[in-house]
Nanobody
Framework: QVQFVESGGGLVQPGGSLKLSCAAS????????MRWYRQAPGKERELVAAISSNGRSTSYDDSVKGRFSISRDNAKNTVYLQMNSLKPEDTANYYC???????WGQGTQVTVSS
């Protein structure tokens, strides 16, 4: 079955950095675009970044553009999210997802606070 396992979250001070990882399984990873989403308490899940199946095309929400970078390693079935210059408003649970599938992982919590 399709599975996504996110990791790399934690507590970081404003201005700090984190790199999230997402290991995918149960499908041919290299054939699908991947996305990172986030959901803060009391808010709807929002799309943060997306990457094409071959990694050559990326896109970002305006709120993270210039600070976050999405990448992937198709040999490892893994997608990454490098987050720099973190702000308190980046605090959320972060999920990776391929929109063709219904499955979601548990996410990884990112908390930005001094």
């Amino acid at each position: 079955q399709v599975q996504f396992v996110e990791s790399g979250g934690g507590l970081v001070q404003p201005g700090g950095s984190l790199k999230l990882s997402c290991a995918a399984s149960g499908f041919t990873f290299s054939r699908y675009g991947m996305r990172w989403y986030r959901q803060a308490p009391g808010k709807e899940r929002e799309l943060v970044a997306a990457i094409s199946s071959n990694g050559r095309s990326t896109s970002y929400d305006d709120s993270v553009k210039g600070r976050f970078s999405i990448s992937r390693d198709n040999a490892k079935n893994t997608v990454y999210l490098q987050m720099n210059s973190l702000k308190p408003e980046d605090t959320a649970n972060y999920y990776c997802h391929a929109p063709q599938f219904a499955s979601w992982g548990q996410g990884t919590q990112v908390t930005v606070s001094s």
